[in-house]
């Protein structure tokens, strides 16, 4: 069975059609790779996916269970999350706090519970904690959980980032441009700690534009071009692909003479 199965996404923005007949196929413990020139369809296709925009037709689904039209804190108790290209943070809380709102959003407790503060409640609370601060252990960032999220440089924010999409255990990350923006050092640490992450488990839909990055850590890659899927299958396959090629250079490659 497939972890992610996408089928016959269609969005059209005033009559403009943004993602034409989108399916797709997601293993389990798979690290899968969305790439694809500017406009190409990627943002609004996990826009979609993640509950954070209602598509046009279409349905997926995540180990069986329809998740079609749900919205993002349903989809997030389901197993599966995100992150987005501008990292969204809590700057005036301290790293550990920010996780532990992350954990919030999905921990199913009401907030009359969390007004009386009961046993559940604290429960919850100390398990959100060990969590995060274990995950703050996992990306690198235990020696800074009490200090304020606004310290933070760009790349140590999405590695925060990370971490609160993994608060409620998913079973499917979406990272959004998780590397857009940092410097080279900081890409083979984000690199790192995804591999790591899927080592235990979790599969990873990454969108990004940085081709080198998605060719040496994701096994399935797949293509989007004007809202078309053009390719879909191994890194090496699609890298030499004339039609992702043409996408991306604007110019088929010629072919060599025998």
Known sequence: MSLLSVTGLHKS?????????????IPPGSVTGLIGPNGSGKSTSIDCISGFQRSDEGRWSLAGRDLTGLPAHT????GLTRTFQTVRAYGELSLIENLCVAAQEHDGIGWWSSLRRSAACRRVDDAARTRGLDLLDQVGLASYRDAPAQVLSYGQSKLLAIAAAMMSRPALVILDEPVAGVNPTMVRRIEAIIRTLNQQGISFLIVEHNVDFIMSLCAQVIVLDAGEKIADGPAAAVRSD??????YLGVAPVPARA
């Open 13 to 25: 923005y005033a009559g403009v059609q943004a993602v034409r007949d989108l399916s797709f196929e």
């Open 75 to 78: 989809l997030a108790m389901a």
């Open 242 to 247: 004339p039609r992702v090629l043409e996408a």
